[in-house]
């Protein structure tokens, strides 16, 4: 078992055979860190790590002692005003008005395998033998209030989880006011902080800074992830790059608002920090309550990001993704909407149904406008049951329809949300979050139910239960589409207010887990405008997710790519979609855009019937390409080779590689075409040194004079991939559609 008990049970070392993570009890019982990084000996004691120096201007714990200050120790879970005048991990109301609180070690647990956290995702094992986890109990005797930290660590994996869980058993009662997951004061302040920034159509764009002083973070308080920022951020040395190097990374397992920052104080200190932002959160706690934290995932890598995102993609993508798509490569599917819109009947949902069975399509996804008396955005969510005028034998009726037709049926709900024109609303006004006596704003036309209510939860799981029973329904995917405002709940009383927040996700995740038990066969999807709820939370649940609301090609290099650095491909929804594109209205070569598309869950969203039959035959093409290499593409180990977010971003490249080494594919793109320019080569990256590999490109040649090679692997990653063309000299191509501007290629390796 990867954890051992030193020192008489005050020090502790996590460790296999990639990562080490130590702690000690220090002289007052509360918690100190030592270190955290690359693996290192196994020793009796690791007591020399603590360095206690005297610092004026510090307070001190003891009298008449001037060296021990909490100031100045690193510690696991750190408090405010006792003696430590940095942000601190939890913070607690009392009784008597106080906030000062005294935890002190009081036991331990070591034990095979991982907890199960209630009511909330989180990584999980199989197997006990997978993972060993530590449990820390601290006690607080003036506020009789239990404090435990939980630690899990992977046996083959550089990864350590970690939450909190405050468990009261005092008879008046407190008040958590902040509650983090997990924070880590790491000894220096050499790094460059990496994030995952960005805004509705533009989500998880890659952003790196160097540390300064002070505190630099990254948070939503806008009741989901959102766009804007991811709950993820990495710390990096300023010489680490996607193959070598030293990064850190953490990721919070959670869907709702959040904080990550980084804390440097003026002796270069680093203190990491993740959890549910404690800007309105406030969470009473009564006599045997207990409130548990989300978890965060901290994964160490000496390979430099790429190592790290690939020890995401395999953990969330095995080990907490969960149900029976976990493992199956995911059916290519049509989606109806930017064809139809809301403009649909059941003919021409048949009609397109029947062209996409015929160009080899798996699953048809019919999206919104379905149900209530949906003909735009102004009505009807909320009222999920068909709308017969569209659909005259409702959901049950076109899902047998298109079942018969050989293809699997799925549908668009968006169910956390309500406009006032339904009958939801008219019959359950205070189904709504609003504030008493405030005007609401709306997002998209629609306001969002209160899902803190388990009484709305239930009556939305109800509705959605007598559909789903009738219909033979194969997947779901479930948006979002606006942001949280007015957050205030008529269920909860005064001083629950600042549980709302929080009860929302719980509420979301219920859901979720009834919707997930009932129908264990469906493919869920989650979605939210796009990427705005694009989370390790939801991955638990839905094991893929929409990701984003832009489909054009050249936009989604930069989004792809940033997602990358978290997310498995298997968990991003990418489609191929009608140009002009309908956000960004650029005409991109249906290749490329099939090209970029099928580094993740691949689909389409057009109207194949618009489509000249040459283009439906590229079409075909692409969906047999897709069906022979799904299963490398998705669960296969990716790397990231050149970036859209540096050198001028007008070249990108990654590439996959299977289990065995034996298959592998690379994905080039060049968004315009340059004159004259020098000869190219990107070297690839995770192939074996002494295999002799066949190069050749997805659909034959392309202009510029490739020719199919044989080559070792060392020569791919040393030497490089030449993929020079006609643009290094002097061009004399004439324009074909496939050639000039946003041009791309894949690369097939075979062993």
């Not at 983090?180 to 000894?187: G, I």
């Not at 991003?572 to 991109?588: D, F, I, K, W």
């Not at 969203?605 to 093409?621: A, I, M």
Request: aromatic share 12%; hydrophobic share 35%.
């Amino acid at each position: 078992m990867p954890i051992k008990v030193h020192g008489d049970g005050r020090e502790f070392h996590l460790y296999n055979h990639k990562i080490s993570y130590i702690m000690t009890i220090l002289r007052n019982g509360q918690l100190g860190h030592l270190y955290y990084g690359k693996a290192i000996r196994d020793q009796a004691s690791f007591e020399h790590m603590l360095e206690i120096r005297i610092r004026s201007m510090a307070p001190c714990f003891y009298e008449g002692d001037r060296e021990f200050s909490m100031e100045h120790i690193k510690q696991e879970y750190p408090s405010y005003g006792h003696g430590d005048m940095r942000c601190p991990a939890y913070d607690i109301l009392q009784a008597d008005g106080s906030h000062i609180t005294e935890f002190v070690y009081e036991s331990h647990r070591v034990y095979e395998g991982k907890p199960v956290l209630k009511g909330l995702p989180a990584t999980y094992t199989e197997r006990p033998e997978e993972a060993a986890t530590l449990e820390i109990t601290l006690w607080d005797e003036w506020i009789k209030t239990k404090l435990v930290l939980t630690y899990t660590i992977y046996e083959n994996l550089p990864v350590i989880a970690r939450s909190a869980r405050f468990i009261c058993q005092n008879e008046h009662g407190v008040i958590l006011d902040q509650a983090m997951s997990a924070s880590v004061d790491l000894p220096d302040s050499s790094f460059e902080m990496v994030e995952l920034t960005g805004a509705w159509a533009r989500e998880r764009s890659i952003k790196t800074r160097k540390l300064e002083h002070g505190v630099q973070s990254v948070y939503s308080m806008r009741g989901c992830s959102s766009s804007n920022y991811n709950p993820f951020l990495a710390l990096k040395r300023p010489e680490t790059g996607e193959h070598a190097g030293e990064v850190y990374g953490f990721s919070l397992v959670y869907s709702g608002n959040f904080l990550a920052q980084a804390e440097v104080d003026t002796y270069d200190v680093t203190r990491v920090m993740l959890g549910i932002h404690p800007h309105c959160f406030s969470w009473p706690l009564k006599c045997g309550e207990v409130f548990q934290t989300p978890e965060v995932v901290m994964v160490y890598s000496d390979s430099g990001l790429n190592g790290m995102s690939q020890t995401y993609h395999e953990l969330y993508r095995s080990r907490l993704a969960r149900g029976a798509w976990r493992d199956k490569a995911r059916p290519i599917l049509i989606n109806n909407w930017e064809a139809t819109y809301f403009d649909f009947d059941e003919e021409k949902i048949l009609g397109l149904a029947r062209t996409a069975k015929d160009v080899g399509v798996e699953l048809f996804v019919l999206d919104d406008g379905w149900f209530g008396h949906r003909d735009n955005s102004c009505s009807s969510l909320g009222d999920w049951y068909p709308c017969r005028k569209k659909l005259p034998d409702g959901v049950a009726g076109i899902a047998r329809k298109i079942e018969d037709m050989g293809l699997k049926f799925g549908l668009w709900i968006e169910p956390e949300m309500v406009n006032k024109e339904s009958d939801l609303y008219r019959d359950h006004p205070d189904w709504m979050l609003s504030a008493p006596g405030r005007s609401a704003c709306h997002g998209r036309n629609q306001f969002v139910l209160d899902f803190s209510s388990e009484e709305v939860v239930d009556g939305i799981y109800q509705m959605l239960r007598r559909m789903l029973d009738e219909a033979p329904v194969s997947y779901i995917k479930w948006d979002m589409n606006r942001c949280m405002s007015e957050v205030y709940s008529h269920f909860c009383r005064p001083e629950e207010q600042g549980m709302v927040f929080h009860r929302y996700i719980l509420g979301v995740y219920s859901l979720y887990e009834k919707l997930t038990r009932r129908y264990p066969h469906i493919l869920f999807e989650s979605c939210a405008s796009g990427g705005a709820r694009f989370d390790p939370g939801m991955l638990y649940y839905a094991p893929q997710c929409w990701t984003s609301d832009d489909t054009d090609a050249v936009e989604r290099l930069k989004i792809q790519y940033g997602t990358s650095m978290v997310y498995p491909l298997s968990s991003m929804g990418a489609h191929v979609s009608a140009v002009p594109n309908h956000q960004v209205l650029r005409t991109t070569p249906i290749e490329t855009r099939a090209n970029v598309a099928c580094f993740g869950t691949f689909g389409y969203e057009l109207d194949l019937n618009q489509l000249p039959g040459e283009e439906l035959e590229k079409v075909r093409r692409q969906i047999a390409f897709m069906k022979a290499s799904r299963e490398l593409i998705q669960f296969g180990t990716f790397y990231r080779l050149l970036s859209p977010f540096e050198g001028g971003g007008n070249v990108t490249a990654w590439m996959v590689v299977s289990g065995d080494r034996k298959k592998a594919l690379v994905g080039y793109y060049r968004i315009l075409e340059p004159v004259n320019e020098g000869y190219r080569k990107v070297r690839l990256a995770g192939l074996e040194a002494g295999l002799r590999y066949h190069v050749s490109v997805q659909g034959g040649g392309y202009h510029g004079g490739f020719r199919e090679v044989d080559v070792y692997g060392d020569e791919l990653m040393n030497f490089g991939l030449i993929v020079s063309d006609s643009s290094s000299g002097d061009n004399k191509e004439k324009y074909d559609g496939t050639n000039g501007d946003y041009q791309s290629r894949i690369y097939i390796l075979e062993a």
